[in-house]
């Protein structure tokens, strides 16, 4: 069961809408980490991919906008948010990817940390992760079908302004695991006393 400021919500969508509903990953998840881990054990253990994805694939990180370029040297040790992109064009995505050799024009951007441990005291550090591009299509669907937790203003501002889309749309909706009559009852949590929601997104067709 949800605890009283937690919604539960599974959406069941048309295959074709998959590649929309992965937008929710770029509003960020949140998850949970001990404190101290690197980013890349972190990514290791959150992420549906393996060593190679990681080396390779994901090629831009940044930490409280700021660029890491080690991620097995940055440590996590506050509360932050970190984001996922592929390769990105141009001279931008040259100077920001890990290690790349333009990784000297931001020189200022490198940190080897998200916060200053001995100001946080938790057992666990939140953490809110943002995938974009080519991440957020490969990994997307399996992170969603898996479920996330969101922030409710994050689901709010990813479904108010496509609000009448969503609910023309054939939907299904389960809230705290029953099912709604219409998914227009989604827009209900948003006038709740809830702070969370857990996201399954379901594709069929």
């Not at 539960?8 to 949970?32: A, C, D, Q, W």
Request: charged share 25%; hydrophobic share 40%; proline share 5%.
């Amino acid at each position: 069961m949800p605890s009283h400021n937690t919604a539960e919500l599974k959406l069941t969508v048309p295959k074709k809408m998959i590649s929309f509903m992965r937008l929710l990953i770029s509003r960020g998840i949140r998850l949970e980490t001990r404190p101290g881990i690197s980013v890349k054990e972190f990514l290791k253990t959150v992420l549906p991919a393996d060593e190679n994805y990681l080396e390779n694939s994901i090629q831009t990180i940044f930490m409280n906008g700021h660029a890491v370029d080690d991620p097995v040297q940055t440590l996590i040790t506050g509360p932050c948010t970190i984001a996922l992109s592929a390769a990105m064009p141009g001279v931008f995505g040259a100077a920001f990817r890990k290690k790349g050799i333009y990784s000297g024009m931001r020189a200022g951007y490198l940190q080897n940390s998200s916060g200053d441990e001995n100001n946080f005291n938790g057992e666990t550090v939140p953490v809110t992760l943002k995938c974009f591009n080519q991440v957020a299509e490969d990994l997307g669907n399996t992170l969603l079908e898996n479920g996330v937790t969101m922030d409710i203003k994050d689901f709010e501002n990813f479904w108010k302004p496509e609000k009448n889309v969503l609910e023309n749309r054939a939907l299904r909706a389960e809230i705290n695991g029953s099912p709604a009559d219409d998914v227009s009852e989604v827009a209900g949590l948003f006038e709740q006393k809830t702070t969370m929601v857990k996201i399954r997104v379901v594709a069929e067709g």
